[in-house]
T-cell receptor, first 113, second 115 residues
Framework: SQQGEEDPQALSIQEGENATMNCSYK?????LQWYRQNSGRGLVHLIL?????REKHSGRLRVTLDTSKKSSSLLITASRAADTASYFC?????????????FGKGTTLSVSS | DSGVTQTPKHLITATGQRVTLRCSPR?????VYWYQQSLDQGLQFLIQ???????AKGNILERFSAQQFPDLHSELNLSSLELGDSALYFC??????????????FGEGSRLTVL
């Protein structure tokens, strides 16, 4: 089952431009995480934002969280070709089978030089 | 390097066969997760173990099973393999689990091809 949905599915930009990806989720959360995956490689954690936080920065990354709208956005400023990757949001899903970190389908970002 | 080790990196086998994927979590992490990634299904959560016990179950087929051993390494067993089982299988680990789950550390994956 999918807890988070990223939008857009794919994004193509030029180097130096900003990239914005959005994530919507369905249930209440303790935190929301963003991960990056280079083609065929393992996912790498980028940033975690807690439910009582509205905005968080890490280098060129800026994450916002709106719990009233159940949505988050990831902004990458001054994109570089090396930012080309897939980006996933993840939240903890709780059901009768337990709790686990569930990922969306991801946004594929392509940055051309 | 995430500290999570997965073996084998690549595996090619035939339909009907059985394979075992192995994962060593990051030192100190008690929780191990298995995910399957394919082009059509995306990243699907399969199962989670915490300190040797099953903690959460996702879209894991009955033909698949997993366990976590006392030394905390984990194995994912896939049997009666079908063409559709071809995918990248990821193991991830974390210290915490449940609603306080924080950052997951992912291995580089085991790419399974079923012919």
């Amino acid at each position: 089952s999918q807890q988070g949905e990223e939008d857009p599915q794919a994004l193509s930009i030029q180097e130096g431009e900003n990239a914005t990806m959005n994530c919507s989720y369905k249930t209440s959360i303790n935190n929301l995480q963003w991960y990056r995956q280079n083609s065929g490689r393992g996912l790498v954690h980028l940033i975690l934002i807690r439910s009582n936080e509205r905005e968080k920065h890490s280098g060129r990354l800026r994450v916002t969280l709106d719990t009233s709208k159940k949505s988050s956005s990831l902004l990458i400023t001054a994109s570089r070709a090396a930012d080309t990757a897939s980006y996933f949001c993840a939240t903890v899903l709780f059901n009768q089978a337990g709790t686990a970190l569930i990922f969306g389908k991801g946004t594929t970002l392509s940055v051309s030089s | 390097d995430s500290g999570v080790t997965q073996t084998p990196k690549h595996l090619i086998t035939a339909t009907g066969q059985r394979v075992t994927l192995r994962c060593s979590p990051r030192s100190g992490d008690l929780s191990v997760y298995w995910y399957q990634q394919s082009l059509d299904q995306g990243l699907q959560f399969l199962i989670q173990y915490y300190n040797g016990e099953e903690r959460a179950k996702g879209n894991i087929l009955e033909r698949f099973s997993a366990q976590q051993f006392p030394d905390l390494h984990s194995e994912l067993n896939l049997s009666s393999l079908e063409l559709g089982d071809s995918a990248l299988y990821f193991c991830a680990s974390s210290f915490l689990a449940g609603m306080n789950t924080g950052e997951l550390f992912f291995g580089e994956g085991s790419r399974l091809t079923v012919l």
